[in-house]
Structures are given as structure tokens and as C-alpha cells.
């Protein structure tokens, strides 16, 4: 079993940056992808980010060049570093792990950007 937490979310201006975090716990197989999802409201929930266990990278138009997804292996800790927020970006960010057993779901954090 696999347990995450997000941490990390709150009001922000427009323009502003803001970093998630997602700390994993429990049986962490060596080989996983994490990812970041999002859900706005009255949207369906949306994956935008995500990592392999090596690092390599990949993001949904809407946020390439302004997020980046990184991970921690030693730390089992993904990060999301989030600049040039817009009001579209306002969502519960949810981190998940996918390894060969089963697919984790953290609780997920707010993110509202206004002005």
C-alpha cells in the first residue's frame, strides 16, 4: 500500500508561482510513474504532468513552459513547480503513483488564483 500526500496549495495572484509537493509513503516499488492531475470546478479531472521513477518528463499544452514536474527518488517526493498562474489554472491538484501493482491517489490540494 501506498499513501501520498499533497501539500503546497493556497490563494495566489495572477502572474504569481506556487510549488506542490507530494510526499509518498509506505511500499514504494523501485519502477513507478507519478503524475499530477487536476480538476477545476464543474470540469472532469485532467492529467497534466508526469515522471518516471528516471526522470523523464512530460506535460499537456496547457502547461508546458510553465510547469515543471520533478521527483525526489530519496525522498519519494514529487514536486510541481508552477509559474505564470492564470485563473484557469484554479483546481484541486491531485498527485498519483501508478508501479506494477496498483494506482495511488493522494487527497489533493487547492489552488485558486486571484486577484
Known amino acids: 500500500q501506498v499513501q501520498l500526500v499533497e501539500s503546497g496549495g493556497g490563494l495566489v495572484q495572477p502572474g504569481g508561482y506556487l510549488t506542490l509537493s507530494c510526499a509518498a509513503s509506505?511500499?514504494?516499488?523501485?519502477?513507478?510513474?507519478m503524475s499530477w492531475y487536476r480538476q477545476a470546478p464543474g470540469s472532469q479531472r485532467e492529467l497534466i504532468a508526469s515522471i518516471t521513477s528516471t526522470g523523464d518528463a512530460h506535460y499537456v499544452d496547457a502547461v508546458e513552459g510553465r510547469f515543471t514536474v520533478s521527483r525526489d527518488n530519496a525522498q519519494n517526493t514529487m514536486y510541481l513547480q508552477m509559474t505564470g498562474l492564470t485563473p484557469e489554472d484554479t483546481a484541486v491538484y491531485y498527485c498519483?503513483?501508478?508501479?506494477?501493482?496498483?494506482?495511488?491517489w493522494g487527497q489533493g490540494t487547492q489552488v485558486t488564483v486571484s486577484s
Open positions: 509506505g511500499s514504494i516499488r523501485s519502477s513507478s510513474v
Open positions: 498519483t503513483l501508478v508501479d506494477l501493482i496498483a494506482a495511488y
